[in-house]
């Protein structure tokens, strides 16, 4: 399986600030996802992320408040913008395996206070 | 209907126990099954791939209902290190590469 980074590994911000995430993948790859898990809950999905289009964004889920950026078939980045206390969660990257499985960067802990 | 609904936990057993997850799901559409594994202020991790036929690794046992819709995960001798959230995951739709995630399902092994 791919092996995935995700930066930074945590971050406190205040609110109204906006911070980016990074994915890195150690291999080429066509689609990639960005979840977010909020506090005792399951993965939901925000968006999928091809590159050279523009993502595609699940219900809920806006491009004005979770840009995304996917440069080249090896990185990615969501923006949270704008950030309120609900914004606080694990922001995690993933990308697809051979049959469809979806393996996952070690997440990005946001807290904003 | 939740799309992925799973047990609720969670499930306290002792070291050696035999321990059974069941998860259902509501697209009959599905087409791809998995379970994953998620420790505490960890990435979900994939265990096991779920197929028609059932598949076994080891310890886990993965079975698949498709005319009740329905996804078991059965682990055996149960150790300390399975403790963990498991959570069913679905891909809904076979032309799109989306997963739907079930809220997982927490097993505490004790000594």
């Known amino acids: 399986s791919a092996v995935i980074s995700q930066k930074p590994s945590r971050d406190i911000c205040q609110r109204g600030t906006s911070l980016t995430i990074q994915c890195q993948v150690d291999s080429q790859v066509t689609m990639m996802f960005w979840y977010r898990q909020q506090p005792g809950q399951s993965l939901t999905l925000i968006a999928t992320?091809?590159?050279?289009?523009?993502?595609?964004?699940e219900s809920g889920f806006v491009i004005d408040k979770f840009p995304i950026s996917r440069p080249n078939l090896t990185f990615s980045t969501l923006t949270v913008s704008n950030m309120s206390p609900e914004d606080s969660s694990i922001y995690l990257c993933?990308?697809?395996?051979?049959?469809?499985?979806?393996?996952f960067g070690p997440g990005t802990r946001l807290t904003v206070t | 209907r939740k799309e992925v609904e799973q047990d609720p936990g969670p499930f306290n057993v002792p070291e050696g126990a035999t321990v059974a997850f069941n998860c259902t799901y509501s697209?009959?559409?599905?087409?791809?099954f998995f379970w994953y594994r998620q420790d505490c202020r960890k990435e979900p991790k994939l265990l096991m791939s779920v197929y028609s036929s059932g598949n076994e690794d080891g310890r886990f046992t993965a079975q698949l209902n498709r005319a009740s819709q329905y996804i078991s995960l059965l682990i055996r001798d149960s150790k300390l290190s399975d403790s963990a959230t498991y959570l069913c995951?679905?891909?809904?739709?076979?032309?799109?590469?989306?997963?739907?995630f079930g809220k997982g399902t927490m097993l505490l092994v004790s000594p």
């Open positions: 995951v679905v891909n809904p739709d076979s032309g799109y590469s989306t997963l739907t």
């Open positions: 993933s990308v697809e395996g051979p049959s469809g499985e979806q393996y």
């Open positions: 697209n009959s559409a599905s087409q791809s």
């Open positions: 992320a091809n590159q050279g289009s523009e993502a595609t964004y």
